[in-house]
């Protein structure tokens, strides 16, 4: 568990950039980048807005990693249900 934060950490950094958070263009390539398969398996094109609106618990416009680290749980509940 700890070594998959530890990774979810560097996907995280590497895409958020100075700002240490994600906007929607950002996450939409962390996932096209980290999570294709994922992705794949999405049957609605619109699971990034989705996913976004979920994960920005804050409505902050951005994802910042603690709102990320949450990310997991709610991708696998909306891509395997
Ligand atoms: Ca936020």
């Given amino acids: 568990m700890e070594k998959a934060?530890?990774?979810l950490l560097e996907i995280f950094q590497k895409h958020a950039?100075?700002?240490q958070a994600l906007n929607k263009t950002e996450l939409?390539?962390?996932?096209?980048t980290e999570f294709a398969g994922v992705l794949e398996n999405a049957k609605d094109k619109n699971v990034i807005d989705d996913l976004f609106q979920r994960v920005d618990k804050d409505s902050s416009g951005s994802v910042n990693f603690t709102e990320f680290a949450a990310i997991t749980a709610a991708a696998h509940?909306?891509?395997?249900q």
């Fill in 5 to 7: 934060m530890r990774e």
């Fill in 17 to 19: 950039g100075i700002a």
């Fill in 28 to 32: 939409k390539s962390l996932f096209e």
């Fill in 77 to 80: 509940g909306m891509l395997f």
